[in-house]
């Protein structure tokens, strides 16, 4: 089974999606994950993307994708996986919808983890506070939910079309939130 979680920064798609790859017994496949272990392996890829990175750009769509592909290559993948992270894009999500398809599988199910924007930004404010992290600042955090907005919702749109997105309330405790996945995703 092949999953997307779509949400805010701070909807919980981390927690969810670990929680979820656990319970299916498939890798959760996070783009961040991937990136730091490719670079910090020396990989050809991640030796590519370091170069980006240095450089502070973005790692193009095409790298992304080759370390995607590589991530499904791996026999725990043959089942499906759980992806956080990629695509953010409407032209991402083309790119992973032509290499599923390229292995005669696709998405079953598109995770839209709802919550609202002042939730999100106590959300981060919290882990900010207990993570020491510099970059969950109440302006940061707006500038992400604003790039969120604009780069990555369109994806709901997407994959509406397809008929596959499912909209998850992500309120109340952790426990909470993983029923409701399960309920959807009938595990």
């Known amino acids: 089974m092949f999953i997307l979680l779509l949400g805010a920064p701070g909807a919980g798609k981390g927690t969810q999606g670990a929680r979820l790859a656990a319970r299916l017994g498939v890798p959760k496949i996070a783009t961040g994950d991937i990136l730091r272990a490719a670079v910090k392996a020396g990989t050809p890829l991640g030796r590519e993307a370091q170069r ?3 450089a502070g750009k973005l ?3 095409e ?3 080759g370390l995607i592909t590589e ?3 791996q026999p725990a993948a043959r089942g499906g996986a759980v992806f956080d ?3 953010r894009t409407p032209a ?3 790119l992973v919808d032509r290499t599923l398809a390229a ?4 998405l079953d199910h598109v995770l839209l983890l709802e919550v609202s924007d002042d939730a999100l930004v106590a959300r981060l404010q919290r882990r900010a506070a207990i993570e020491h992290r510099s970059d969950d600042t109440p302006e940061t955090i707006r500038t992400r939910l604003g790039v969120y907005e604009r780069d990555t919702a369109p ?3 997407h994959y509406a079309a397809q008929g596959s997105v499912h909209r998850v309330p992500a309120v109340g405790s952790v426990d909470e939130v993983a029923a409701a996945i399960a309920r959807i995703v009938g595990q």
């Not at 292995?103 to 696709?106: D, I, K, P, T």
């Open 52 to 54: 980006y990175m240095d």
């Open 59 to 61: 790692v193009p769509d």
């Open 63 to 65: 790298v992304i994708l």
């Open 71 to 73: 991530e499904l290559a």
């Open 85 to 87: 992270g990629f695509p």
């Open 92 to 94: 991402q999500a083309e």
């Open 103 to 106: 292995r005669g599988q696709r």
């Open 155 to 157: 994806l709901v749109a």
